[in-house]
């Protein structure tokens, strides 16, 4: 199923996996130099705040020391008022909310024991009343503890939106000449690709149409012209296989269409080899390319036809959000470990069920064009003998 919703997803014509290529490629190094810039400026910051922290725990200490004892209250008092600093004796019965355990704070932890001493302690909150707390000693003996606090938002950072704006921009501006370099290496190829397949067909296929008529004016012998004649559909039909494969992804755009009309419309033109039972009352409007599912569904009627021979039956139903047309014949069939195989370019069968003496590549072109309508393709042996081929639409 995961693999299924990945090659859903993933582009499907040149210029789009050339730009996404690229694309991914600038991301992933933007996103490599945002972890080396956050890496950087995580073991900045917090050398900062430890030494702003250091000064602050050192200049208390010191001004505790040398105040008047009288006058500690006063200067207590002044340094809350004045710069939001909370000095509190420390105590074993203190309810301490230690820090959250994320880089930054370890970091601060670290330097301020390294540069205060061991006995040095970090807190978020002290007796229920939060702030950034450090534990100090001002005095040896048990009572000489304090407690540092100052305001939370010491540790907060202030994102620099300008610059994520401007980064942004050249990001974008960076997506978009990729997008222009892509396009314009790629488009020509393409162009390329199409004027060689017309070329191809026309050059291939104006031969064969001469050998065609030659054999037929000249060769008597009624058992060897048909043989020839024989041939030179098979070769005609190889090279039409080669030139489906090998077209680009069809842009054309979705239409919504009746399925129930349009396979109608295929099983009238084989008469009885084809039973056909349309449904009545079920809506089986669904938005595709019409013409694309048409030759998918030809090919396989055409497949089933000549391996299983008539009749073949056409079916289409509805099983909750999909629509599944189901072309089911009782020929030799494909033995279950060969199916997603048999999908794969030029690969062929024992039975020879993806086209003897062809290039192996229609249920490979089937596939393809059915995965272009946002569907998926699936072979089953038919119960009872036979094989069941279903085309799966999200409906």
Do not use: C
């Amino acid at each position: 199923m995961g693999a299924t919703l990945l090659k859903k997803f993933l582009p499907r014509t040149l210029l789009w996996r050339a730009f996404w290529l690229i694309a991914l490629l600038m991301l992933l190094a933007v996103a490599a130099w945002l972890a080396i810039f956050s890496e950087a400026e995580l073991d900045r910051r917090s050398r900062q705040i430890a030494q702003m922290l250091t000064s602050v725990t050192n200049l208390t200490r010191t001004a505790l020391l040398t105040a008047h004892p009288a006058q500690r209250h006063e200067l207590l008092a002044e340094l809350a008022d004045l710069e939001g600093l909370h000095v509190y004796p420390a105590d074993a019965d203190d309810r301490v909310e230690p820090p959250p355990s994320f880089g930054l704070t370890r970091r601060i932890e670290a330097l301020l024991i390294e540069k205060l001493g061991p006995e040095t302690q970090l807190a978020f909150a002290v007796n229920g009343e939060p702030g950034l707390f450090v534990r100090f000693r001002v005095l040896p003996g048990e009572d000489g503890h304090f407690w540092l606090g100052l305001p939370r938002e010491r540790l907060a950072r202030h994102l620099p939106w300008q610059w994520i704006g401007w980064g942004m921009a050249v990001l974008l501006l960076s997506l978009a000449g990729a997008w222009l370099i892509v396009y314009r290496i790629v488009r020509p190829i393409e162009e390329e690709r199409a004027l060689l397949l017309a070329g191809i067909s026309h050059d291939l296929r104006t031969p064969l149409t001469r050998l065609r008529m030659e054999i037929e004016m000249s060769v008597d012998d009624e058992t060897a012209r048909s043989g020839m004649e024989a041939d030179i559909v098979e070769m005609d039909r190889t090279i039409g296989q080669f030139l489906d494969f090998a077209r680009p992804a069809d842009a054309t755009p979705t239409v919504a269409t009746d399925l129930s009309n349009l396979l109608g419309d295929i099983a009238a033109r084989y008469g009885e080899r084809v039973d056909y039972r349309r449904p009545a009352s079920a809506d089986f409007s669904v938005s595709v390319r019409p013409d694309a599912l048409r030759r998918v569904v030809i090919n396989l009627i055409e497949n089933a036809l000549r391996h299983a021979g008539a009749p073949v039956d056409l079916e289409l139903a509805r099983a909750g959000r999909h629509i599944i047309i189901a072309i089911l014949d009782r020929g030799p069939g494909i033995a279950p470990a060969d199916i997603e195989r048999l999908k794969q370019p030029f690969t062929r069968g024992e039975t020879a069920r993806t086209g003897a003496g062809g290039a192996g590549l229609g249920l490979a072109i089937v596939d393809r064009l059915v995965r272009l309508q946002g569907g998926r393709f699936e072979l089953a042996p038919r119960p009872g003998g036979g094989l069941a081929a279903r085309i799966i639409l999200h409906g």
